[in-house]
């Protein structure tokens, strides 16, 4: 019998900063669908962008790349300047 991780996803294709997680949780992978090449992604452990830096991902990375990470987070908030399109699978 094979099992599958229980993870959901979020797509972010917008700048700002978005809250994707509110509580507990784990970071499993980010995908860039898509860059920007004056953007930049920001992520954070914790309620907004005053949290711990996990990662940042700037324009150079290309489409399709997808980037495992399986960490811990208390909360999750990331922050997009200028137009990024990334998935986040979480759980």
């Known amino acids: 019998m094979s099992t599958f991780p229980n993870y959901a996803f979020k797509n972010i294709n917008a700048s700002g900063t978005i809250v994707v997680s509110k509580g507990p949780g784990v ?3 980010i995908i860039m669908n898509n860059t920007n090449q004056n953007g930049s992604t920001l992520i954070y452990d914790g309620l907004n962008t005053s949290g711990t830096l996990i990662a ?15 960490v811990r987070f208390n909360a999750l908030t990331v922050q997009v300047v200028g ?3 990334l998935t986040l699978s979480i759980g």
């Open 27 to 29: 970071l499993h992978t």
């Open 56 to 70: 940042t991902l700037g324009s150079s990375i290309p489409a399709g790349t997808d980037m495992i990470y399986d």
């Open 83 to 85: 137009n990024q399109d």
